[in-house]
């Protein structure tokens, strides 16, 4: 990439950067930018034309951080602070080409562990039954289901995956991996998504890590849950639209799967859909990145990009470039 501070383009003028977290509470960013303040809300503080880099704003839903990239005329990256970037991705047709588009790798991998970890063990643990069980003081003892001694598939087997499979290593479970190709991992071979169906039926829990894309949209769907062995466990910490929710009700209400959702489809999940009653369904409000860990790591990623950006070096976590 051009040395941004000696970017003949820029015409004289300091190299103009929006960032979506208060530039005074990041310690050590390059001098050499201009930098403006927008979060995803009211009107934008500069015009998005001048915007060199641009860290798109946090959890402010589907379409607040595409607003000013059809203005964006001059921009040269685009951050997102989140692992997906399908909220972002189909709008960089306005964008000229050659603009790296960055996901939020690292930032989220720890955090989206924990949540998939606390996700199984309460609802193999029956934990759920006991916090409504407390609240009618109600005694529900008795077997449960354990996580040591099962076969956990991990679909999407990237830097979250990888990261739930090494908080599940001190669980005793045997773990199989899936992605969209086949390849070795430090902790074991990684099948292809074409393996599924072979896969599938010996899982009794199956976590869903993958990014949306058009080869995963509805991937969970009525032949994907149908081969899933009874009593099996589904837990989604990708994206909801990863899952067919009409075909996960179907499997759900007949009691043959369980399933833990930290993403629905639709998202929010509205008031009377059938999802928040479905018997042995947990739902947790996508809260998988929004932990005291994010701020701290998603700074360091932004500092670390425009520092980068500032000596002309590659940007990390490039997950396309348009045109």
């Given at each position: 990439?051009?040395?941004?501070?000696?970017?003949?383009?820029?015409?004289?003028?300091?190299?103009?950067?929006?960032?979506?977290?208060?530039?005074?509470?990041?310690?050590?960013?390059?001098?050499?930018?201009?930098?403006?303040?927008?979060?995803?809300?009211?009107?934008?503080?500069?015009?998005?034309?001048?915007?060199?880099?641009?860290?798109?704003?946090?959890?402010?839903?589907?379409?607040?951080?595409?607003?000013?990239?059809?203005?964006?005329?001059?921009?040269?990256?685009?951050?997102?602070?989140?692992?997906?970037?399908?909220?972002?991705?189909?709008?960089?047709?306005?964008?000229?080409?050659?603009?790296?588009?960055?996901?939020?790798?690292?930032?989220?991998?720890?955090?989206?562990?924990?949540?998939?970890?606390?996700?199984?063990?309460?609802?193999?643990?029956?934990?759920?039954?006991?916090?409504?069980?407390?609240?009618?003081?109600?005694?529900?003892?008795?077997?449960?289901?354990?996580?040591?001694?099962?076969?956990?598939?991990?679909?999407?087997?990237g830097s979250i995956g990888a990261a739930v499979e090494d908080r599940l290593a001190?669980?005793?479970?045997?773990?199989?991996?899936?992605?969209?190709?086949?390849?070795?991992?430090?902790?074991?071979?990684?099948?292809?998504?074409?393996?599924?169906?072979?896969?599938?039926?010996?899982?009794?829990?199956?976590?869903?890590?993958?990014?949306?894309?058009?080869?995963?949209?509805?991937?969970?769907?009525?032949?994907?849950?149908?081969a899933m062995k009874d009593g099996a466990l589904l837990v989604n910490v990708a994206?909801?639209?990863?899952?067919?929710?009409?075909?996960?009700?179907?499997?759900?209400?007949?009691?043959?799967?369980?399933?833990?959702?930290?993403?629905?489809?639709?998202?929010?999940?509205?008031?009377?859909?059938?999802?928040?009653?479905?018997?042995?369904?947990?739902?947790?409000?996508?809260?998988?990145?929004?932990?005291?860990?994010?701020?701290?790591?998603?700074?360091?990623?932004?500092?670390?990009?425009?520092?980068?950006?500032?000596?002309?070096?590659?940007?990390?976590?490039?997950?396309?470039?348009?045109?």
């Amino acid at each position: 990439m051009t040395d941004m501070t000696q970017d003949p383009a820029a015409g004289g003028r300091r190299p103009q950067v929006w960032l979506s977290l208060p530039p005074e509470e990041i310690d050590g960013l390059p001098a050499a930018f201009d930098y403006v303040y927008w979060d995803g809300t009211g009107d934008f503080p500069a015009d998005p034309e001048a915007a060199d880099f641009y860290v798109v704003p946090y959890m402010k839903g589907p379409t607040a951080g595409a607003l000013p990239l059809p203005h964006m005329t001059r921009v040269r990256a685009v951050q997102t602070l989140s692992a997906g970037v399908d909220h972002i991705a189909p709008h960089l047709h306005h964008l000229a080409p050659g603009v790296r588009l960055c996901n939020a790798r690292g930032v989220h991998e720890a955090s989206t562990a924990e949540l998939t970890l606390a996700l199984i063990l309460a609802s193999l643990r029956g934990i759920p039954r006991f916090v409504r069980g407390q609240d009618t003081e109600k005694w529900y003892a008795g077997f449960y289901p354990a996580l040591a001694d099962r076969r956990v598939l991990i679909v999407g087997y990237g830097s979250i995956g990888a990261a739930v499979e090494d908080r599940l290593a001190a669980f005793e479970c045997e773990v199989d991996r899936v992605a969209r190709t086949a390849r070795d991992a430090p902790r074991g071979p990684v099948h292809a998504l074409d393996d599924l169906p072979g896969l599938l039926p010996a899982a009794d829990v199956v976590v869903l890590t993958t990014p949306l894309t058009e080869q995963t949209r509805g991937l969970a769907g009525a032949d994907f849950l149908a081969a899933m062995k009874d009593g099996a466990l589904l837990v989604n910490v990708a994206r909801g639209a990863v899952v067919d929710t009409k075909a996960l009700l179907v499997e759900t209400e007949s009691g043959r799967l369980t399933a833990a959702l930290d993403v629905t489809d639709p998202e929010p999940l509205p008031p009377g859909h059938p999802l928040w009653h479905a018997p042995g369904v947990l739902i947790s409000p996508h809260v998988g990145g929004s932990t005291s860990a994010f701020l701290p790591r998603a700074k360091r990623l932004v500092r670390s990009q425009l520092v980068r950006f500032a000596r002309g070096e590659e940007l990390a976590n490039v997950v396309l470039v348009t045109g």
